[in-house]
């Protein structure tokens, strides 16, 4: 009975340990989810953007898939973004470098930003730390009305020096879905 119960709290503690880290992160609203949404554990608390998708002018068969939240006065908070995903069902890893961003190296790349005041002040950037979980998967994907939906995992760590001290040092978007609309 004891080799249970020990299996029992082994397993509860493993459970704890892959779950996202708690981290006081401020939450802030989706905003209008017209065109879509973003849900995620982002650091151990549930958070939800407003999203959308968009072609690349370069490369139609590339998109975006962008999430953003705001104050409740309507002030832009968060712009999260993952670039450069394969317009085809699958999965794919995200690796790139931040010059993936501006540019179609091949490699997805995700990226995230905090701002202030009105919303026209740059806070915190954040860029994707290597790790082998960041990918995102495109489960379902209609051309004809323009739908996009999927998954993803994203670890991203914060330019040095930090702006922002109420932001956290690393994010970690786990357990992450959408469904937005293709601009």
């Known amino acids: 009975m004891k080799k249970v119960l020990y299996l029992y709290l082994m397993l509860g503690i493993m459970v704890v340990n892959n779950s996202c880290q708690k981290n006081d992160m401020p939450l802030y609203l989706p905003g209008d989810m017209i065109h879509g949404s973003l849900h995620a554990c982002r650091n151990g608390d549930d958070w939800v953007a407003s999203g959308w998708a968009k072609r690349y002018q370069t490369d139609r068969n590339f998109f975006h898939v962008r999430g ?25 890893a995200i690796d ?48 004809l009305t323009n739908k996009v939906e999927g998954e993803f995992e994203v670890y991203l760590e914060v330019e ?18 959408f469904s937005v609309d293709i601009d």
Do not use: M, W
């Open 96 to 143: 790139g470098d931040e010059n993936s961003i501006y540019a179609n190296t091949g490699h997805l790349y995700s990226y995230y930003g905090t701002f202030a005041d009105d919303g026209d002040v740059a806070g915190d950037i954040y860029y994707l730390r290597k790790h082998p979980k960041s990918c995102i998967e495109i489960t379902h994907l209609d051309t």
């Open 68 to 92: 953003n939240t705001f104050t409740d006065y309507g002030a832009l908070r968060e712009d999260f973004i993952i670039s450069y995903i394969p317009l085809k069902k699958g999965k794919y």
């Open 160 to 177: 040095a020096p930090k702006r922002g001290e109420q932001n956290a040092d690393k994010l970690c978007f786990k357990r992450g879905r």
